[in-house]
């Protein structure tokens, strides 16, 4: 009983509003296989969280999406907060409620989009300063602003505002500065959130390139004990060398049961390798983007379908995938639509973009999957392995970063 | 639809209910060849664009459309790319198991029935003419000309349930004159006679994926086309499946001749373009069986959900209810914005069980895709749960003139005319229109950039790489250098949807809760 219990303690941690529990460990590398308990339900870890920019993700409808495995996506907190605004969102009754969504909704501070895409943006310690492009009035978007709008969506998990600079920048004064004032205002958001029972705040990891700063942060920011923490200002540029060594020295210091989310994240190699430096959670657009573009992501790379040759390719988008899409017809669920028919309409009609979405988020989801079947089959160095012979034509190509990455935890890409 | 044991060989229509010779309404079941499923009529078959009904993936047909069959245009399927001119079109070496390749190609759900016809509805009028052996199409990549020869070649290496064979048709609105028509019906006559006499007989086993022929009706008066209605009647009734109508007036004709009493047992499709449900209800009367319905897709283009039913509902006597029910209602309107109610009372489609006007109106507002596929959903499930009310009217006793008096009271409930929406359309492609001189862009440019350099950007955009950034600060480049590769790469890569500045003024960021404005400056 005893033991028992002490088994429990170990391999759990509950706060008000998540629960999570570690089911199995690489003996290899430090990926790990996770249960996370969030107030709409549960999801496995390692998971990749599609993007619904605007309450709906391109075209699919919820029940599409809950179809892929879906349980846990995206909201922008910056689009909801323009359209449909607080005040709809309030009287609707949150996100979920918009969007028909019973499974769990993540959001971000909304602050990385104000911040990159006005130029007339400064921060300052209050929030960010900008002037309203319609008619030049000097607004301010605070932490505090920030809490409220994501109180008003109801999301199960809420980012906090968090001072973002690009990771290239050679300012390290003013990187210093970032990374201390995202801690000030995590603090200014923990105090603005009204609703910790029912809605999880997690804190952003920052300091650039710069591990120690990165440490520091991860310090002061595990100090204040939020239910999951996330590694930010990442994929914004830097070298693939760099954002692996900053995964993975923030992995080696956060504590073992909380879950870790990478932001920005969603290229397939990505995922593998942060996966193997022992991340959780990521989020990515690309997926959902590049299929409007006609891409389709496969276990054998990306391929356009919108190139001519596919017009009378009769194969499935991928061979002996799972997707609704790629399965024959004569299954249930199963459309058994060729490339032709996708190349056939490929920036013609939506339909072909709503088809190359549902089969690239099935794709990244399945991924993470088979991840952590694998990582619970102790058998993730041999996951690893078979991941990249597919991907690429033979191992001299394999990207270096990668290679770099993986030998850190101990799996040898180039070796059998 | 409902399914049978039985798989019939051959087309077969059964009229449960009609009183000829009078053109009224009727009732009959359809079962198609080679197939389980029947058909009941009156009924109507989806208009499919380029092989898909819009904005509805083929998962979703199969799940939430009621309808028996899907109509598709052989010109979207023919184009000639600008890479590859002499290409042929690969949909003729699509393989498929059934044996049916155009109904494989588009994915379409197994129980569904195809429809053949060389041109969309509507058709985009062709600057040329037709010729003695050939009509003018419209491919997404311009006109081309379609040959007699060539149409039944590709009808039966496609193999759908039902075509039409080519008409002489001019696809505008006026009227043509008399000489026109009286070509139109020469040629059309002279088709027709080839599309059989090029087809072998059948041989002794029968084809398990036989086409049934529904032959065109001319939209010109009977006076012009009785020679060639009397040739389908006496010479090529024994293969003539149906008829595809152009003009429902001729129904009355069609019906109250005693010498084409055979033509009267077969089906009709209207292929008319009824404008709205009284249209449709109008063509019921005369006795059509089969509707393409082109103003379905294109109210869901206008973000406008449709709301009637038949039978209408009883007129209420309370004083404040209008006077005259609308259509469809405008889900455009910031008036349903907090509106947590279907966008039909009552209907039981997944878009009003699942979903309410507050989440249609806020993905009309966003631009949102899923916003149309909802409204398609919402709006087949009305036209079909229409068809199936019509049904039920005409299967009591004394049925067509129960009908008919439910007719007349829809005509008094319902606004005459669909509205016509308020929101954004989706993106008009090429082979939606044929462009005039002097007219504006078709479509607004998405987003919009806060300034010139922004623009400049925008048309950097797609080249944009993380490997342009990491370069441009390895190389020391100036921080507006790696501040504008960046810039790019976000504007290209890093986000999902294009983030335009707020099209709202201070008051408005307040009000939402976005921002407060900022005092200290």
């Given at each position: 009983?005893?033991?028992?219990?002490?088994?429990?303690?170990?391999?759990?941690?509950?706060?008000?509003?998540l629960?999570?529990?570690?089911?199995?460990?690489?003996?290899?590398?430090?990926?790990?296989?996770?249960?996370?308990?969030?107030?709409?339900?549960?999801?496995?870890?390692?998971?990749?969280?599609?993007?619904?920019?605007?309450?709906?993700?391109?075209?699919?409808?919820?029940?599409?999406?809950?179809?892929?495995?879906?349980?846990?996506?995206?909201?922008?907190?910056?689009?909801?907060?323009?359209?449909?605004?607080?005040?709809?969102?309030?009287?609707?009754?949150?996100?979920?409620?918009?969007?028909?969504?019973?499974?769990?909704?993540?959001?971000?501070?909304?602050?990385?989009?104000?911040?990159?895409?006005?130029?007339?943006?400064t921060?300052?310690?209050?929030?960010?300063?900008?002037?309203?492009?319609?008619?030049?009035?000097?607004?301010?978007?605070?932490?505090?602003?920030?809490?409220?709008?994501?109180?008003?969506?109801?999301?199960?998990?809420?980012?906090?505002?968090?001072?973002?600079?690009v990771?290239?920048?050679?300012?390290?004064?003013?990187m210093?500065?970032?990374?201390?004032?995202?801690?000030?205002?995590?603090?200014?958001?923990?105090?603005?959130?009204?609703?910790?029972?029912?809605?999880?705040?997690?804190?952003?990891?920052?300091?650039?390139?710069?591990?120690?700063?990165?440490?520091?942060?991860?310090?002061e920011?595990?100090?204040?004990?939020?239910?999951?923490?996330?590694?930010?200002?990442?994929?914004?540029?830097?070298?693939?060398?760099?954002?692996?060594?900053?995964?993975?020295?923030?992995?080696?210091?956060?504590?073992?049961?909380?879950?870790?989310y990478?932001?920005?994240?969603?290229?397939?190699?990505?995922?593998?390798?942060?996966?193997?430096?022992?991340?959780?959670?990521?989020?990515?657009?690309?997926?959902?983007?590049?299929?409007?573009?006609?891409?389709?992501?496969?276990?054998?790379?990306?391929?356009?379908?919108?190139?001519?040759?596919?017009?009378?390719?009769?194969?499935?988008?991928?061979?002996?995938?799972?997707?609704?899409?790629?399965?024959?017809?004569?299954?249930?669920?199963?459309?058994g639509?060729?490339?032709a028919?996708?190349?056939?309409?490929?920036?013609?009609?939506?339909?072909?973009?709503?088809?190359?979405?549902?089969?690239?988020?099935?794709?990244?989801?399945?991924?993470?999957?088979?991840?952590?079947?694998?990582?619970?089959?102790?058998?993730?160095?041999?996951?690893?392995?078979?991941?990249?012979?597919?991907?690429?034509?033979?191992?001299?190509?394999?990207?270096?970063?990668?290679v770099?990455?993986?030998?850190?935890?101990?799996?040898?890409?180039?070796?059998? | 639809?409902?399914?049978?044991?039985?798989?019939?060989?051959?087309?077969?229509?059964?009229?449960?209910?009609?009183?000829?010779?009078a053109?009224?309404?009727?009732l009959?079941?359809?079962?198609?060849?080679?197939?389980?499923?029947?058909?009941?009529?009156?009924?109507?078959?989806?208009?499919?664009?380029?092989?898909?009904?819009?904005?509805?993936?083929?998962?979703?047909?199969?799940?939430?459309?009621?309808?028996?069959?899907?109509?598709?245009?052989?010109?979207?399927?023919?184009?000639?790319?600008?890479?590859?001119?002499?290409?042929?079109?690969?949909?003729?070496?699509?393989?498929?198991?059934?044996?049916?390749?155009?109904?494989?190609?588009?994915?379409?759900?197994?129980?569904?029935?195809?429809v053949?016809?060389?041109?969309?509805?509507?058709?985009?009028?062709?600057?040329?003419?037709?010729?003695?052996?050939?009509?003018?199409?419209?491919?997404?990549?311009?006109?081309?000309?379609?040959?007699?020869?060539?149409?039944?070649?590709?009808?039966?290496?496609?193999?759908?349930d039902?075509?039409?064979?080519?008409?002489?048709?001019?696809?505008?609105?006026?009227?043509?004159?008399?000489?026109?028509?009286?070509?139109?019906?020469?040629?059309?006559?002279?088709?027709?006679?080839?599309?059989?006499?090029?087809?072998?007989?059948?041989?002794?086993?029968?084809?398990?994926?036989?086409?049934?022929?529904?032959?065109?009706?001319?939209?010109?008066?009977?006076?012009?086309?009785?020679?060639?209605?009397?040739?389908?009647?006496?010479?090529?009734?024994?293969?003539?499946?149906?008829?595809?109508?152009?003009?429902?007036?001729?129904?009355?004709?069609?019906?109250?001749?005693?010498?084409?009493?055979?033509?009267?047992?077969?089906?009709?499709?209207?292929?008319?373009?009824?404008?709205?449900?009284?249209?449709?209800?109008?063509?019921?009367?005369?006795?059509?069986?089969?509707?393409?319905l082109?103003?379905?897709?294109?109210?869901?283009?206008?973000?406008?959900?449709?709301?009637?039913?038949?039978?209408?509902?009883?007129?209420?006597a309370?004083?404040?209810a209008?006077?005259?029910?609308?259509?469809?209602?405008?889900?455009?309107?910031?008036?349903?914005?907090?509106?947590?109610?279907?966008?039909?009372?009552?209907?039981?489609?997944?878009?009003?069980?699942?979903?309410?006007?507050?989440?249609?109106?806020?993905?009309?507002?966003?631009?949102?895709?899923?916003?149309?596929?909802?409204?398609?959903?919402?709006?087949?499930?009305?036209?079909?749960?229409?068809f199936?009310?019509?049904?039920?009217?005409?299967?009591?006793?004394?049925?067509?003139?129960a009908?008919?008096?439910?007719?007349?009271?829809?005509?008094?409930?319902?606004?005459?005319?669909?509205?016509?929406?308020?929101?954004?359309?989706?993106?008009?492609?090429?082979?939606?229109?044929?462009?005039?001189?002097?007219?504006?862009?078709?479509?607004?440019?998405?987003?919009?950039?806060?300034?010139?350099?922004?623009?400049?950007?925008?048309?950097?955009?797609?080249?944009a790489?993380?490997?342009?950034?990491?370069?441009?600060?390895?190389?020391?480049?100036?921080?507006?250098?790696?501040?504008?590769?960046?810039?790019?790469?976000?504007?290209?890569?890093?986000?999902?949807?294009?983030?335009?500045?707020?099209?709202?003024?201070?008051?408005?960021?307040?009000?939402?809760?976005?921002?407060?404005?900022?005092?200290?400056?």
């Amino acid at each position: 009983m005893w033991a028992a219990r002490r088994m429990a303690s170990t391999t759990s941690a509950s706060s008000a509003a998540l629960t999570f529990e570690l089911v199995a460990k690489c003996s290899t590398t430090r990926a790990r296989a996770s249960i996370l308990t969030l107030p709409h339900g549960t999801v496995n870890l390692p998971l990749f969280m599609p993007v619904a920019t605007q309450a709906s993700l391109k075209g699919l409808t919820p029940e599409q999406l809950e179809d892929t495995g879906c349980r846990l996506c995206l909201n922008n907190t910056y689009h909801l907060g323009l359209r449909p605004g607080q005040e709809v969102l309030d009287a609707v009754g949150g996100a979920h409620k918009l969007q028909g969504w019973n499974h769990n909704i993540l959001t971000d501070s909304g602050g990385f989009q104000m911040v990159s895409l006005l130029k007339l943006a400064t921060i300052t310690e209050e929030g960010v300063r900008f002037l309203s492009p319609h008619d030049g009035t000097p607004m301010l978007l605070t932490p505090e602003h920030s809490m409220s709008l994501q109180n008003s969506i109801g999301s199960d998990i809420m980012m906090q505002l968090d001072d973002v600079l690009v990771t290239t920048s050679p300012d390290a004064a003013r990187m210093r500065e970032a990374m201390e004032r995202s801690v000030r205002w995590l603090d200014r958001c923990i105090a603005a959130h009204k609703r910790p029972d029912v809605q999880n705040l997690f804190c952003i990891i920052q300091g650039g390139l710069d591990l120690e700063m990165r440490r520091e942060c991860c310090r002061e920011m595990v100090a204040r004990d939020t239910p999951g923490i996330a590694i930010g200002g990442l994929s914004g540029g830097e070298a693939k060398d760099d954002f692996c060594r900053v995964v993975a020295c923030c992995t080696e210091l956060l504590p073992e049961l909380k879950p870790r989310y990478v932001m920005g994240i969603g290229y397939p190699e990505d995922l593998v390798v942060c996966v193997a430096l022992g991340a959780d959670m990521f989020d990515c657009v690309w997926p959902t983007r590049t299929a409007r573009f006609g891409n389709a992501v496969t276990k054998f790379g990306v391929i356009n379908l919108k190139r001519e040759m596919y017009a009378g390719d009769f194969r499935p988008i991928e061979e002996d995938c799972g997707c609704p899409c790629c399965r024959p017809i004569e299954q249930e669920g199963a459309m058994g639509v060729t490339r032709a028919f996708v190349h056939h309409n490929a920036a013609k009609e939506t339909v072909s973009a709503h088809l190359l979405t549902l089969h690239n988020v099935w794709y990244q989801l399945n991924l993470m999957r088979e991840a952590r079947e694998a990582v619970i089959a102790d058998k993730f160095p041999a996951f690893a392995h078979e991941f990249f012979d597919r991907l690429y034509p033979d191992r001299t190509s394999y990207p270096s970063w990668a290679v770099t990455a993986l030998r850190g935890v101990g799996i040898d890409l180039l070796k059998p | 639809m409902t399914t049978d044991g039985d798989v019939p060989a051959a087309m077969t229509f059964e009229l449960l209910k009609s009183a000829p010779p009078a053109a009224a309404a009727r009732l009959g079941r359809l079962a198609l060849g080679g197939r389980k499923s029947v058909i009941d009529t009156p009924n109507y078959f989806a208009i499919t664009s380029r092989g898909v009904v819009p904005h509805v993936s083929p998962d979703n047909v199969a799940r939430h459309l009621q309808t028996g069959g899907a109509y598709m245009a052989l010109e979207d399927f023919i184009e000639r790319p600008q890479q590859n001119l002499s290409r042929r079109p690969p949909i003729y070496d699509h393989p498929s198991a059934h044996g049916r390749p155009l109904h494989s190609f588009a994915a379409l759900p197994p129980s569904l029935i195809t429809v053949l016809s060389a041109r969309r509805l509507p058709a985009v009028p062709a600057p040329l003419g037709n010729s003695n052996r050939s009509v003018s199409i419209f491919t997404s990549t311009g006109f081309q000309v379609l040959t007699t020869k060539d149409y039944l070649a590709a009808v039966q290496a496609l193999r759908p349930d039902i075509a039409i064979p080519l008409a002489d048709l001019t696809h505008k609105e006026l009227t043509p004159t008399s000489k026109r028509a009286l070509r139109m019906t020469e040629r059309t006559d002279d088709w027709v006679r080839e599309w059989f006499a090029d087809q072998p007989d059948a041989g002794p086993s029968p084809d398990p994926n036989p086409i049934a022929t529904f032959a065109p009706v001319l939209p010109v008066s009977y006076s012009l086309q009785w020679e060639y209605l009397e040739r389908l009647s006496e010479d090529l009734i024994s293969r003539l499946s149906g008829l595809a109508i152009y003009d429902a007036d001729i129904l009355p004709d069609l019906t109250s001749s005693t010498s084409y009493a055979n033509l009267a047992a077969l089906p009709r499709l209207s292929v008319a373009a009824p404008p709205s449900p009284h249209h449709v209800l109008r063509q019921i009367s005369l006795g059509m069986d089969l509707f393409t319905l082109p103003f379905l897709n294109a109210v869901s283009d206008a973000g406008i959900a449709l709301t009637f039913t038949f039978p209408s509902p009883s007129p209420t006597a309370s004083a404040d209810a209008p006077a005259v029910l609308p259509l469809g209602i405008d889900m455009s309107s910031t008036e349903h914005q907090t509106s947590l109610a279907p966008l039909a009372p009552g209907c039981t489609c997944y878009t009003c069980t699942h979903h309410h006007r507050a989440y249609v109106q806020h993905l009309l507002s966003a631009r949102e895709m899923l916003g149309w596929t909802l409204l398609q959903l919402h709006n087949h499930a009305v036209v079909a749960a229409f068809f199936a009310g019509v049904r039920q009217t005409l299967a009591q006793e004394d049925g067509v003139a129960a009908f008919e008096h439910a007719r007349a009271r829809f005509h008094a409930v319902y606004d005459p005319e669909l509205p016509a929406g308020t929101g954004e359309r989706p993106r008009a492609r090429g082979y939606h229109f044929k462009s005039q001189g002097g007219e504006g862009k078709r479509n607004k440019p998405g987003w919009s950039k806060l300034d010139e350099a922004g623009a400049e950007a925008e048309a950097k955009a797609a080249g944009a790489r993380a490997e342009d950034v990491a370069a441009a600060a390895a190389a020391g480049a100036p921080d507006a250098d790696v501040a504008d590769a960046l810039q790019r790469l976000l504007v290209s890569g890093g986000i999902d949807t294009p983030v335009s500045p707020p099209d709202a003024d201070a008051d408005e960021l307040c009000h939402k809760g976005f921002a407060e404005v900022d005092k200290q400056q």
